[in-house]
């Protein structure tokens, strides 16, 4: 049963592997067509927008509050140290006022992510949407 593999004479029949140079060469054209078309469809829509006359909306500046969080995990509220009862009720106080000041957070780099945590949860679960991280500039080399 070795299906003439002994026979030299027989002559060799068609191969039946399937050959897939012209369906790699299809795919990498398409690829290309598509890298050079996705930002056509990344803009933006084009309007022309209705032009009015109003002026602009007086506000008052909200007020701002600055938590700070020193490296071993102590929170201040604007320079002031509190506890985390403290913490508590001057968010809940915060919370109430209209319009409602901006939290802007400054933690050490050195303090536990943690904690940041914590202080953030507790502003949001206590109703303070506006919260702003303070860092210092990259210093240029």
Do not use: C
């Amino acid at each position: 049963m070795a299906f003439g593999a002994f026979n030299h004479h027989r002559n060799p029949g068609s191969m039946a592997d399937i050959n897939v140079t012209p369906m790699v060469d299809v795919m990498l054209v398409l690829l290309v067509i598509f890298i050079l078309a996705a930002p056509m469809f990344t803009g933006s829509v084009q309007l022309e927008l209705p032009k009015a006359q109003a002026p602009a909306a007086q506000t008052a500046p909200a007020a701002t509050v600055t938590l700070s969080i020193d490296a071993k995990g102590q929170v201040f509220w604007n320079n002031d140290p509190v506890e985390k009862d403290g913490l508590e009720s001057r968010l809940i106080e915060a919370a109430k006022l209209a319009p409602q000041p901006e939290l802007q957070l400054r933690a050490d780099k050195d303090t536990r992510y943690e904690v940041v945590a914590q202080v953030m949860a507790a502003a949001q679960s206590n109703g303070l949407t506006k919260l702003g991280f303070v860092t210092d500039p990259k210093e240029k080399k």
